[in-house]
């Protein structure tokens, strides 16, 4: 009798398709029970620095060639590593909505071992920075190199790279972008027709000689940043003919020539918009990415957040020393 009862069961078409739904998607979420995975390539040898890549495939691999996201650490260009728990949730995410993510290893040697006596010598400490900044620019294209050159076999579309980053990686990504907007040739360049289709950047900023102009129309870009930030500017900061441009001064620029910019701005907070959009911004930052894929991204935001009641005696003014000390704790 109890044979009978389940052979009619499983003789009904809708019981039929909801066990076998259950059945795809509990495979689907497999992995994730386990954590996170990914693989591991190496992209490039330079200076005898073996450069690498993780690379996590969204969970049920599309037929079609998925988006991706090529994403570099922070860490002052002094440390930090492409396998940080605090992006995995980030990673993760994409994942689980039909994104790759690939996070990738760049060198930071210049300014490893800088001494502290540094930060009396803003000049120097800014040269040394340029340099970082040009090492960790040049890794991340041979990276996108990598990534364009093996698209295929990686199942990811080329069409449809994004640049992110965590603080000095966030400066690396929109760094990349603006010396490929300008066509400066560092050594390393992009394949001639390849545009990144869009920045992702946590708390990143841009350095230009003088003032910020854009050569070229730039690709779409989300910002996040807090306008507190000691670590890296909200605004700009200029001394000696160069600056650094954050994501305030870069959206204003953005504005300017029509480019479609969503910049998050956060009253009071620091460098804590590094990763903290990581976590709590996820649908935002996910839609962004749907837009541009779709081709829909054609507006502007501008948008401040603020908690009712908070304190409100911070600072927003430091001096490229206040910076420099930040960087060096």
Known sequence: MMINSVSRCFSR?????????????VL???????????ETRDYAVVDGDTLRMDIYHPVCRPQAPAPAVIFAFGGGFMSGTRDNNEYLQYFQFLNDNGIAVISVDYRTSLLKHIDESIVSLP?????????????????????????????SELGVDGKKLFASGS????????????????????????????????????????????????KSKPCPMMLFHGEADKNVPYSILSAGGMSLCGSQYIAKTLASIDTPCEFYSFEGKDHVLSVSPMHDNL????????RVCDGKQNAS???TEFIPGAVKDYRTEFSIEDYIKANMQ
């Open 283 to 290: 649908y935002s930052i996910l839609g962004f990415i749907l």
């Open 301 to 303: 935001v501008n948008a």
């Open 13 to 25: 078409p809708n019981l039929v398709v909801r066990y076998v739904l259950s059945f795809v998607l």
């Open 123 to 151: 000049e120097r400490f800014a040269t040394a920075l340029v340099y970082a900044i040009n090492d960790a620019v040049s890794d991340f294209y041979r990276a996108t190199t990598y990534v364009l050159e093996n698209a």
């Open 28 to 38: 689907c979420a497999m992995p994730f029970a386990f954590g996170i995975t990914y």
């Open 167 to 214: 603080s000095a990686g966030a400066i690396t990504a929109l760094q990349a972008e603006y010396w490929r907007a300008n066509g400066y040739n560092m050594g390393v360049t992009l394949p001639q027709d390849f545009n990144y289709a869009g920045i992702v950047a946590f708390a990143g900023a841009v350095f230009c000689n003088d003032d910020l102009v854009w």
